[in-house]
């Protein structure tokens, strides 16, 4: 009698890494691929490396290389070869020729862990949208069967097979699918220009609003900023890529002083460009933030060049010149202090904080504060005491130094931010004495 499952499980595919390195670009330990793939579900049972003088045309690694690949993949019972590079549809296909098994660049592996994060609607037509653009120029490898659904005239037994719009002068199904993919290409499209229009005029109603944005590698630790700075709740976890869509919440640094502070999609070396594109939407808090703080690992080896990763990406979307404080995070953990300090010192306005324990948030509020007010002045205003709305000001915009109540007008000596003067001045109060 045979044994009754009473467990479900999915095995996870065994997966091979590849990284070819040109020589002229230094080494690479494959840790990054190594936690995307395992983010993707893969079991990684191999790693497999080679310094490259140059790209070969036809399989990338050269054929002696794909095939002692091929040898590989079947001692260890490789279902996937993923490749820590971008291959072209051509490499894609020549290697899965010679290795026999399923290849993935890094894009697509990518892309595919975006689709297993993507949870609301329009993360969901992002990702899709990135997808198919990926995918498009690729269907001739992905189709073997180039057969004719039709024949040569449709009077004929051959011609009448196949549905109304596929009958024809021998369409293939390369055709047909690539008509199928640049239509859903272009309803995706319209569809995210009306959620980038939406999303437009929602940032476009804080225009009175400080707003800050949370930039960075993925995994730095945006999230866990966040909460820690506004109780926000945002979902947090130890992976790649936890959160695709934008928070915004409200911040209040210190009292009179108020901002919004959103959190964006993480970055990542040599991320899609159709990925870059398609979060239009999601980036574009970036683009609109009055201050942008990007938040850095510092506990990653390779942090340098996630930091150059980022700036990169940031310069893509149009935010190279924006005002930029960078935040030394996970300084609780981090195992080099020769590393802390080499980045102290590289980036002497950088901020050092924990968001998991707090260490340093506070120094981070009063950099924020100075931006937002651009320093504070001491103010000695008389007005009315029917003017409630200039005590009002003072009192949610500034710190409260004496209030001095006369017969029928008040004395108030406050501290203000520069940037708030303008403002107070408007008020019209009876008189203004700035010390």
């Known amino acids: 009698m045979a044994k009754i499952r009473k467990t479900l499980q999915v095995r996870k595919e065994r997966a091979i890494l590849v990284a070819a390195i040109l020589k002229s670009k230094g080494g690479d330990d ?32 050269g054929k ?10 079947k001692r260890f019972a490789a279902d996937v070869v993923i490749f820590d590079n971008n291959l072209s549809p051509s490499q894609i296909q020549e290697l899965e020729e010679i290795v026999a098994v399923k290849v993935l660049d890094r894009s ?13 609607r329009q993360a969901k037509l992002q990702v899709e949208l990135a997808q198919l653009e990926y995918t498009y120029p690729r269907l001739t490898r992905m189709w073997s069967h180039l057969d004719t659904v039709a ?61 800050l944005c949370l930039v960075g590698y993925t ?27 934008t928070r915004t919440r409200q911040w209040s640094p210190r009292k009179g002083v108020e901002v919004l502070i959103s959190d964006t999609v993480g970055f990542v070396r040599d991320l899609p460009h159709q990925l870059v594109a398609s979060f239009k939407a ?88 100075d931006r937002v007010q651009g320093g504070e002045l001491r103010v000695c205003v008389h007005a009315r005491l029917s003017d409630g709305r200039l005590q009002a000001f003072l009192h949610a915009h500034g710190r409260i130094l004496q209030e001095t109540y006369l017969d029928s007008s008040v004395r108030i000596e406050a501290l203000v931010g520069h940037n708030q003067l303008a403002a107070l001045q408007r008020l019209q109060p009876e008189e203004i004495e700035i010390r």
């Not at 395992?38 to 003088?53: N, T, W, Y």
């Not at 506004?230 to 936890?242: I, K, M, P, S």
């Open 30 to 61: 494959l840790a990054e691929l190594t936690a995307l793939a395992e983010s993707a579900g893969a079991v990684v049972v191999d790693r497999f490396q080679q310094k490259l003088r140059f790209r070969n045309p036809a399989t990338y690694i």
């Open 64 to 73: 002696g290389k794909a095939q002692e690949l091929a040898g590989r993949a």
């Open 108 to 120: 697509e592996l990518i892309l595919d862990i975006f689709a297993t994060r993507a949870q609301t």
């Open 151 to 211: 024949g040569a005239g449709g009077a004929t037994a051959a011609g009448s097979v196949g549905a109304i719009g596929t009958r024809g002068p021998g369409e293939k199904q390369l055709e047909i699918d690539r008509r199928l993919a640049s239509k859903r290409i272009t309803e995706l499209k319209r569809e995210l220009a009306l959620i980038d229009d939406r999303k437009l005029r929602e940032i476009d109603s804080r225009r009175g609003s400080f707003k």
């Open 219 to 245: 995994n730095a630790g945006k999230s866990t900023l966040l909460n820690a700075l506004t109780d926000a709740g945002v979902f947090v976890e130890d992976r790649l890529f936890a959160t695709l869509d």
């Open 282 to 369: 999601t980036l574009e808090e970036a683009v609109n933030a009055d201050l942008l703080l990007h938040v850095i690992d510092v506990a990653n080896p390779e942090v340098l060049s996630q930091i150059e990763s980022v700036d990169q990406v940031l310069a893509e979307i149009g935010c190279g010149g924006k005002t930029t404080v960078k935040v030394l995070n996970k300084a609780d953990v981090i195992q080099s202090i020769d590393r802390l300090e080499m980045l102290q010192t590289i980036f002497p306005d950088a901020v050092t904080v924990s968001a998991k324990t707090g260490i340093g948030l506070e120094r981070l509020g009063q950099i924020v504060c």
